[in-house]
């Protein structure tokens, strides 16, 4: 059984910072792609970052140059680094991977349960 458990949501008034996190634990055997989607209220799920295991990270054109996705191999964990945070920003914002685990064929995407970001003007 594979899990993501995202952490570091929360109410930020806007042109603050948030930084979250999603440690991915079970039976991995390797993780590829990493990400972050964010869901608002009346709106679909969209795509803020996404980082591969080597190579070019891609950010949604909303965010690019206030938000950073990174991560930890040796943790199993994705961070997001949200700066100058709009109104705009407010979601609950999933965690995404891309999961080779024991007792399956061949890699998962898994989901996070969400974490609310609420930013306040």
């Known amino acids: 059984q594979v899990r993501l458990v995202e952490s570091g949501g929360g109410l930020v ?3 603050g910072s948030l930084r979250l996190s999603c440690a991915a634990s079970g039976s991995i055997r390797s993780i590829r ?3 972050w989607y964010r869901q608002a209220p009346g709106k679909q799920r ?3 970052a996404t ?5 070019n990270t891609n950010y949604a054109d909303s965010v690019k140059g206030r938000f950073t996705i ?3 191999n040796a943790k199993n964990t994705v961070y ?3 700066n100058s ?3 705009e920003d407010t979601a609950v914002y999933y965690c995404n991977a891309h999961i080779a685990a024991s007792g399956f064929l061949g890699p998962r995407y898994y989901w996070g349960q969400g974490t609310q970001v609420t ?3």
């Open 13 to 15: 008034q806007a042109g």
């Open 33 to 35: 792609a990493m990400g």
């Open 46 to 48: 969209e795509l803020v």
């Open 51 to 55: 980082i591969p295991s080597g190579g």
């Open 70 to 72: 990174s991560r930890d």
């Open 80 to 82: 997001l680094q949200m």
């Open 85 to 87: 945070l709009e109104p």
């Open 119 to 121: 930013v306040s003007s």
